[in-house]
C-alpha cells in the first residue's frame, strides 16, 4: 500500500514537473517569435497545401522544378508506416511523368529510409538532421544542382521549412497526414502548431 502511495506521488510529481516544462517551452516559444510581431521570415514557407497528394503537378512544372525533397514521416506516409502506399506510388508515378526527381529527406534511421525509398525507386538522405543542412547541401553541390529548380516539401516548420531556408530553396508546407508523431517531434510540432497560429493570422501563408 504504501509503495503504491508512493509510486503515485512519485508520478504526480513527474506529471507536474513536465506540465512546469511544456509551459516553460510554449513561454519562450512565443517569446522567440515576439508573438509574431519578430517573426523570423526562415519560419515561413514559400507556399502551404493541404498534402502532399493535394499539390497540382502541372504548377510544379510552370514553376521549372525539376526536383523534389521531400519529407517522410507525416509528409508522405505516417509515422509508422514502414512501405509505400497506393497513394504514395501513384503521386511519385505523377511526378517522374513530369520529369522531376523525388529525394527523399529523413531524420530517420538508415534502414527506415532506405526500405521505402527503395520501394519507390528514388534517392534518399538518412539522418540528415534537419534544420542542419550539411548533408543535403553536399548532395546538391555533388550532384551540381541548381537550387532555383528544387523544392522542399515536408510537414514541420522547425525542420523542413527552416532547413529549405537556410539552404535558400522554396518550400511547401503541408499538414500532417495523421496526429500520430513520434516521441522525439513532440516539442517540435508544439512550436510548429503556435507558428502556424501566426502565418494564418499574419496572412502570411500563401496558397500553392
Same mark, same amino acid.
Not at 6 to 14: I, L, M, R, S, T
Not at 146 to 151: C, G, H, L, P, V
Given at each position: ?15 507536474n514537473?513536465y506540465k512546469?516544462?511544456?509551459c516553460l517551452?510554449l513561454?519562450?516559444?512565443?517569446w522567440?517569435?515576439?508573438g509574431g510581431?519578430?517573426m ?5 514557407p514559400?507556399?502551404?497545401? +493541404?498534402n502532399?497528394y493535394? #499539390?497540382?503537378?502541372?504548377? &510544379? ?6 526536383? %523534389?525533397f521531400?519529407? !517522410?514521416d ?8 514502414p512501405?509505400p502506399?497506393?497513394t ?6 505523377k511526378i517522374?511523368?513530369s520529369?522531376?526527381k523525388?529525394?527523399l529527406?529523413?531524420n ?6 532506405k526500405?521505402?525509398?527503395s520501394?519507390?525507386?528514388?534517392d534518399?538522405?538518412?539522418?540528415v538532421?534537419?534544420?542542419k543542412?550539411? +548533408?543535403?547541401?553536399?548532395? #546538391?553541390?555533388?550532384?551540381? &544542382?541548381?537550387?532555383d529548380?528544387?523544392?522542399? %516539401?515536408?510537414?514541420? !516548420?522547425?525542420?523542413d ?8 530553396i522554396k ?9 500520430k508523431d513520434?516521441?522525439i ?5 508544439r ?18
Amino acid at each position: 500500500m504504501l509503495q503504491n502511495k508512493k509510486k503515485e506521488e512519485n508520478n504526480q510529481y513527474d506529471f507536474n514537473f513536465y506540465k512546469i516544462k511544456y509551459c516553460l517551452f510554449l513561454y519562450i516559444s512565443i517569446w522567440y517569435t515576439n508573438g509574431g510581431e519578430n517573426m523570423d521570415k526562415k519560419l515561413i514557407p514559400t507556399w502551404h497545401c +493541404k498534402n502532399v497528394y493535394s #499539390i497540382d503537378t502541372s504548377k &510544379l512544372v510552370n514553376l521549372n522544378c525539376k526536383l %523534389i525533397f521531400c519529407d !517522410i514521416d507525416n509528409t508522405l506516409v505516417g509515422p509508422y508506416q514502414p512501405l509505400p502506399t497506393k497513394t504514395t506510388l501513384d503521386f511519385v508515378k505523377k511526378i517522374t511523368q513530369s520529369n522531376i526527381k523525388l529525394v527523399l529527406i529523413s531524420n530517420n534511421h538508415e534502414q527506415r529510409v532506405k526500405t521505402f525509398a527503395s520501394a519507390l525507386n528514388v534517392d534518399y538522405l538518412f539522418e540528415v538532421k534537419k534544420p542542419k543542412t550539411e +548533408k543535403i547541401d553536399f548532395y #546538391i553541390k555533388k550532384n551540381q &544542382l541548381n537550387k532555383d529548380e528544387i523544392i522542399f %516539401i515536408g510537414d514541420q !516548420i522547425m525542420t523542413d521549412i527552416l532547413c529549405a531556408s537556410r539552404l535558400n530553396i522554396k518550400s511547401i508546407l503541408v499538414d500532417r497526414l495523421t496526429k500520430k508523431d513520434q516521441p522525439i517531434t513532440f516539442f517540435p510540432r508544439r512550436l510548429d502548431i503556435i507558428i502556424r497560429y501566426i502565418l494564418k493570422k499574419k496572412n502570411l501563408l500563401v496558397e500553392f
